[in-house]
């Protein structure tokens, strides 16, 4: 009876969770994204990030790093730039909550692995692992390109220790450049990352562009002073006061606005 008892609690501790539907019930989330399952793409989208607009911003909501053991984190109660993409994107394919938790492991994790060294830490992981484009040169041509070493600080020390470093190129819009004909070719459900210069890091926030009400909105959990809550801004006015942005689209969006 010991031994059985011994091999639960390891069981447990392998496949720890924390998760808090906030004032969802499993039934209830399970109702929302079966009625939505029928919808186009971009409504979907919509659809479910209305859902978490006002949600609290809360950073580090994850739990695992080198030296502590990854557990899987579903938490609709408190977001992040990151997490609220990726519940958001997870939503989007399911049709219930157990089918929301498995696309949300299948997203955060390369080969559904939880574990730290197998989360996708960096929005350009996205493209690699998530089946998403970066479509930013098909918007602007004069987009800029870069080439960084992710995870590489300016000083060679990793920000995220235990996670190998890698080459890519980045292209992206500068903020200079931005008008009203990229704007336009927008789809709401493309996920948005606000490129920074810093070395080792290809973006510093993430969003979802909106459009509604024939106005463009950057939809975000926002870490300012006055938010800290999932908002919607103006688009063209939080581009300009940043150093640019990166799109990434639904490879199965490509062909079509769907």
């Excluded at 799109?247 to 606005?257: A, E, F, S």
Aim: charged share 25%.
């Amino acid at each position: 009876m010991k031994y059985l008892y011994f091999l639960i609690l390891i069981f447990s501790i392998c496949n720890a969770e924390k998760i808090n539907l906030d004032e969802w019930e499993k039934a209830e989330l399970s109702q929302f994204l079966l009625n939505n399952s029928t919808n186009s793409n971009s409504i979907k989208v919509k659809n479910i990030s209305d859902k978490f607009l006002n949600t609290s911003y809360k950073a580090n909501t994850m739990i695992g790093s080198l030296d502590q053991k990854e557990e899987l984190v579903i938490d609709l109660a408190h977001l992040d730039c990151f997490t609220f993409i990726d519940y958001v994107e997870a939503m989007k394919h399911s049709s219930s909550f157990n089918e929301f938790k498995t696309n949300l492991i299948s997203l955060r994790y390369q080969a559904g692995k939880i574990d730290y060294t197998f989360r996708n830490h960096f929005f350009s992981d996205w493209t690699i692992y998530n089946g998403f484009e970066n479509i930013t040169i098909s918007l602007y041509p004069k987009a800029k390109q870069v080439t960084k070493v992710l995870n590489l600080s300016q000083t060679n020390t990793l920000f995220l220790k235990g996670i190998k470093t890698r080459k890519i190129q980045i292209n992206y819009i500068d903020s200079n450049n931005l008008n009203k004909e990229i704007v336009s070719k927008l789809h709401t459900g493309d996920y948005i990352g606000i490129y920074t210069h810093i070395k080792g890091l290809d973006v510093t926030h993430t969003g979802i562009f909106i459009r509604k009400d024939g106005k463009a909105y950057l939809r975000h959990a926002s870490s300012k002073k006055e938010f800290l809550k999932v908002v919607d801004e103006p688009f063209e006015d939080y581009i300009k006061n940043t150093p640019g942005f990166i799109v990434l689209r639904d490879k199965n969006q490509i062909k079509g606005y769907k």
